[in-house]
């Protein structure tokens, strides 16, 4: 038997999504110094939500540079089990509910403009959504704990239809709510798809840009300093996910980013056990199984405010796998692939932070998605450049996603 490297079951390990026709090309790397450059918008952090701007104003023509520390989705992207889950959500804002439907609509639209340009495929399926109940009571429970925001189209499935439709299911499922508008996607795929697009468009995409530091002075932003030289612009979008908190400490502004941990274990069904495999993703209390374009089946996710570290542990893996072989008894024999964890940017309220932070001029956040952001990452594209394009908070609709909403203590106002 083969030795497993230690760091394979106790650090992150990226979902392996570049199999078949999902691998894709790297980035065009450029090795040009970043001295005395000049961008009019300066993108900090190449996570899904940093390409998701490039993308947008790449698209209407603005100059933008984007520079990530690592790699592009490095860091919180690429743990994410990419679930576009609009409609079986339970969102801690209704505005959240109707920002999350029309951008899960918007990916859509982006899937066609990114093949067009690049011919790259970000694994983007709509197969639907099936939320499971053992029981009546639980049926009930789900019920009145749910807000009222979550009100996307969806058809009741009685124990029969289930057993009909979804065969691999659970044959004692009491019911189950099919939820036909819900997608999904390969995280890492998407945020180099959008990097790859923006580039093509003419973006710069900078990948291993270490020491970024703003540069403001009383007038507002001036530009980024970093290892390799010093860049003025107009305009800085921290996009930096967890790091977001400490990029706008160096300038006086508290915005915390609050880590949530979170662990995912991928399977594979052997071609023989391909009838015992999820057809649609299963959205259960306990647990979600995502099976996903490049023939794994991902399966999330636990969850621990405050805590950062990136080990697995066995506890989390056995929890998972129980409640998802609960579901899908027919994964029993499914081959165990790989586990990670990652860390999940939240907020004191759970919104993110979007829009400008009016202490200082030309100065952006959009941080902070907590378990949202492959879904709301199109959606926030298209509200940062409408700001840059001038239109205010109110116009867009997005106050209740202002910076300014946290006082200088880091207190909600
Ligand atoms: N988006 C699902 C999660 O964060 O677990």
Redesign the pocket.
Known sequence: MEPIEPNQTMKAVAPSEEQGKFTISSLERSSESLEAMHAETIIVGGGVIGCAIAFELASRGREVLLVEQSEIASGTSSA??G?LAADSEDFAHPFIAQAAYESRELLMKHKDQISALTGMDFGLRRSGFITPFRSYMDLSAYKNKRSSSSSGEKTWWDRSTVQREVTWLNRDTYGAYYRPMESELLPVSLSRAYARSAQMMGARICEGVRDVRLIVNKDGVQGVSTAQGEISCKHVIIAAGLHGEQLMAQVGVTLPSIPVK?EIVAIRFPADQATYRPDRTVYAEDAYIVPKANGEVWI??TSFPGRKDHSVSANSVQRLLGAASYWVPGMKDAVFLRAWAGI?PSTPDKLPYVGKCEQIPGLYAAYGHF??GILLSAITGRWIADMLEGKSAEEIGIEALSPDRINKKGVMM
């Open positions: 994410a089990a679930m979170g999330g996710a999940r378990r949202n």
